[in-house]
């Protein structure tokens, strides 16, 4: 199969400027439509889950990935997610910024769809249908490119969409999708410049570098997080080892779990003993620096941390502890190796809480609490499309507001400039 | 001389991390200084200027490049320009989206700076000071490159900040100057992803693509308009040929004036004459469509347009005329060759203003206004430092506001998630 990338692009831009015609109510009917249809071809789209799941048996792929793939669970909870979406507030349409200047000219900014998005993702097939859900809600076209893993459970899920899509008097082609998982076809979109206005890379690094150093549309890079937290001499101990605990095992294998703790040092005989008691529960194996081996006792999951040890995202139950001597230090290391995701101080102390809030310069900087609340999900967005590290657009959690732009509308009486 | 790029880029980081610890008064309080010493330094920075000068008369630039090259009168207004810049609210610090979520977290977002801004920029040395001054009140540090035509002058420029920067406790390298004008520092720019959050190009259409195709950093877009006006039959005729006159005469170099003029059929017999007997006294020339030249009288300054001139930003005092059936065509015409810059209508209907507000999708959509409003001192910004007409971060005229980020503040009670 060729796919021909331009033909796709132009046919978004036209879906894009389609979409604009449909107000908040029709948008809304078209997601629950979705939302029945994907659950009436329900059979149809595990049946082809079923098939991506026996070719990555074959491939060899882990019980937990191929976990992460299936369907057979998440198909409910993907069909409710689309039905949340429809009832979170529209931000297209919304006006704000109005001012009547001195001379009289009115001046508004109004919330626009961006356009037509480009979503480049890897594995898991609820992807699919988020992306779809957020990018339909703000009128947005969008090109989907999944992991070849789960093809052809990307393509069931978009035909039916597609489906509900045209009963409705939408234009199909306001989600089309890369049938064909050659990494060139990642590189056309990154170029179709006419007709792209934002690419969103969903996955790992090597990703985010890829989008980055080809694209030349704007590409949001995010998503990788090397998350610290800094416990101070002022912390309770109890609720820091409880905040530790749920950063670093709630759920290892995301961006805004735990990578390295910093203890300061007054504490550090007390508290680290605590921290690897509690984890090593958990089966979390630890990098400690020299000086936090001192009240580790020998543990066989405790070893002593390499120099880039404190630049890797574990996405794994491996906790890194370092010890510090003070607030400075731990913004110095943050500063030094952090990826400006989420980081945080437990401590009790006014000063250092406000120090950290001004100096750490993160998307998400916590006091007193777990790594694991950015989430546009549990910081009241409703829904997310992606998680930010730049600091151009959005920053953090993505939600609807963050897939529109705004224009200026200006109106006068016969207004010249002087 | 040789320019090591990364070490003005690790410098940058670091000045902008200093830059930090300065509020609103001492930022203000340094540019204040930095009038002050422009104002003392006049001599240096106008004998640099004069040889700027010299050399572009022996390579033969107009007279009227020169003129805008040259400080002579210009400097006064520079120096202006830096005090007008105190006097704006300074956005960083500025909180908003207050909430506290249900389970008690305490979430804020609050506006920070961007970090490091590489603003590439031709010719004129007055846009040397206007993006100093509005980096610096907004926490940025900035690395400049300038034209080779006003190297001298700029050099002069920014040594005279450095030098009030330094007086003040300031970190000189908050403002630095690549001072070789050779195109491959521009690409090592480019690539200085480690070191620089957001590229600035201010410049003409080949400036543009060259930074969107090398840049690994986010580029804001813009500069380049190819701006419409579309007079419908209802329109009052003088006020309409009074706002076309302004729009295409006041200043014919900028991106937003004036470049297609389209007029419904029904009025075009009348109108269009009107418009080329009134700009034919301001030595406009004319490109018009066939149905057109039905009512120039065969004017010399009028000819037959080609296919490519209406996707020309023409820059100059040349107006392109066509007659179109109705709004939608005008539309239609406006989505094909427009550049989403400033487009506008002159129409009595509220309808036609309706649809036209909706149905273009440009960074600045007018009504009965000239395009020459889409400008941040006209808008009410204060200052501007571009105009952008990509659709990421923002659009149409960029003030203070828009060279600034955000962080979340989440602050918690030791919570975790469930």
Redesign the interface.
């Known amino acids: 199969m060729t796919v021909d990338m331009q033909t796709i692009g132009k046919r978004a831009k036209i879906a894009a400027?389609q979409l604009?015609q449909f107000d908040s109510t029709a948008k809304n009917q078209v997601l629950l439509a979705i939302a029945d249809e994907l659950n009436h071809q329900r059979e149809a789209i595990l049946s082809a889950n079923t098939l991506d799941l026996e070719e990555g048996q074959k491939n060899g792929l882990t019980t937990a990935l191929l976990d992460r793939l299936s369907l057979q669970k998440q198909l409910d909870g993907v069909i409710q997610g689309v039905c949340d979406v429809v009832n979170l507030p529209d931000p297209v349409g919304m006006e704000f910024d109005q001012?009547t200047?001195p001379n009289g000219?009115q001046?508004r900014k109004?919330r626009?769809p961006?356009?037509v998005i480009g979503v480049i993702y890897e594995a898991r097939p609820n992807v699919t249908v988020d992306v779809i859900a957020l990018t339909l809600k703000t009128s947005n076209a969008v090109i989907l490119r999944g992991g070849s893993e789960t093809l052809r459970s990307n393509i069931a899920l978009v035909n039916v969409v597609r489906v509900a899509l045209e009963k409705h008097g939408f234009p199909i082609d306001a989600v089309q999708m890369i049938e064909d998982t050659d990494r060139k076809y990642v590189y056309e979109l990154l170029r179709l410049?006419n007709f792209v206005?934002?690419i969103i890379p969903r996955g790992g690094n090597s990703l985010h570098t890829f989008c980055?150093?080809n694209s030349?549309i704007?590409?949001i890079t995010g998503g990788i997080g090397i998350c610290h937290l800094y416990v101070d001499e002022t912390a309770?101990l109890e609720?820091a080892l409880?905040?530790v605990?749920?950063?670093k095992t709630?759920r290892p294998s995301v961006c805004n779990a735990l990578d390295t703790l910093l203890v300061q040092e007054t504490i550090a005989a007390k508290f680290v003993p605590m921290v690897v008691k509690r984890l090593t529960e958990d089966k979390v194996r630890f990098k400690v620096d020299e000086q936090a081996t001192h009240y580790t006792n020998g543990a066989a999951n405790v070893e002593l941390a390499g120099a880039g040890d404190w630049d890797i995202e574990w996405l794994d139950l491996i906790l890194g502890i370092r010890v510090v001597p003070h607030l400075d230090a731990a913004i110095e290391h943050i500063?030094s190796h952090g990826t400006a995701h989420s980081d945080?101080i437990l401590t009790q102390d006014l000063a250092s809480?406000e120090r950290f809030?001004?100096?750490v310069?993160?998307?998400?900087?916590?006091?007193?609490?777990?790594t694991?609340?950015?989430d546009g999900g549990?910081?009241?967005l409703g829904a997310e499309i992606a998680i930010s590290t730049?600091?151009?657009?959005a920053?953090?959690?993505m939600g609807l507001e963050e897939l529109t732009?705004?224009?200026?509308?200006?109106?006068?009486?016969?207004?010249?400039?002087p």
Not at 361 to 370: E, K, L, Q, R, T
Not at 405 to 417: A, F, M, N, S
């Open positions: 400027r604009q001012k200047l000219l001046v109004r626009v961006i356009g410049s206005d934002m980055r150093e030349t704007p590409v309770d609720t409880a905040i605990h749920n950063a709630q500063q945080g809480m809030l001004n100096e310069d993160s998307a998400a900087v916590y006091v007193n609490a777990s694991r609340f950015t549990q910081l009241g730049q600091k151009l657009h920053r953090g959690p732009t705004y224009k200026w509308l200006i109106v006068g009486q016969g207004h010249v400039r």
